[in-house]
Structures are given as C-alpha cells and as structure tokens.
C-alpha cells in the first residue's frame, strides 16, 4: 500500500513537472516604440475580452449564492474593466482626432496654395495692349453723357 502511495505520489509529481514546461512561453521580443500602440491595442483587447468572460461567470456565480466579498470583488472587476475599456476608448478616441486633424491641415495647404496660385497670376501685355487699354479707357471717359 506504501509502495501504491509513492506511485501515485511520483506519478503526481511527474505530471505537475510536464505542465509547467508546457506552460512556460518563449520570451517575446523586446517592445519597441513602433510596436508600442500594436502591443498595446492588442492586449487591452484581450485583457478586456477575458475580463467580460470573467464577469459573466462570477455574476452566474453570484446570483446563485452571493456573499459580501464575492459581490466586493465583482465590484472591483466591473470597475477595472471598464477602466480598461475607457482607456481603449481614449486611444481610439486620440488616434481619430489625430487623423482628422492632419487631414484638415492638409486641406487647409492645399488650399492657400490655389489661393496663392490665383494671386500671383500675372497678365503680360505688350505695349500696344497697353495703349489700347488707356486710350479705350479716355475714350469712354471723354463721352458726353445724356441726361
């Protein structure tokens, strides 16, 4: 019977070892700047899927036997996860102002460069347009005008 207890004792043992080894991950590579906002994005995602998947199993836990520390700690994760999901929000929220921003200044180029391109048009006349343009111009000037 002894002999049975440290099988199952090793055997136990055994089993806990191959799970932690297969539980171990690589190491993933250093976060960087440019990774920063995928890395971010990506994991509040995750973060705020498995914290949804946790409040419905602790409210289905709840609702059949509550207790004061359990409704506690579904409070606390209620409010860390919206926390998470309003965060996300921002970054969202921060990048679309971000683009519709840099799309106004470049409207806003584009368009003093037509306003510049309309003002800085210049009419070349030779002389005799010139004189035209005076002479016509005394011409209607001198004219009596009926009354």
Known sequence: ????????????????????ALSKKEPEDELTKEKLEDFI?????KLIMKS???IDDVQAYISSAPDAKDVAAFAELLKASSASM???NKIYI???K????RDI?????????QLNTQDNITHLLSRKEIMKELMGKADKAETPIDV
């Open 41 to 45: 994005i990506k994991n509040s995602g």
């Open 94 to 96: 921060s990048l679309e």
């Open 1 to 20: 019977m002894e002999e049975d207890l440290d099988f199952i004792v090793g055997d136990i043992i055994t089993q806990l070892k191959g799970t932690t």
């Open 52 to 54: 949804l998947d946790i």
């Open 98 to 101: 971000n683009k519709t921003t």
């Open 105 to 113: 200044k470049q409207m806003d180029i584009v368009s003093r460069e």
């Open 86 to 88: 309003e965060c996300l």
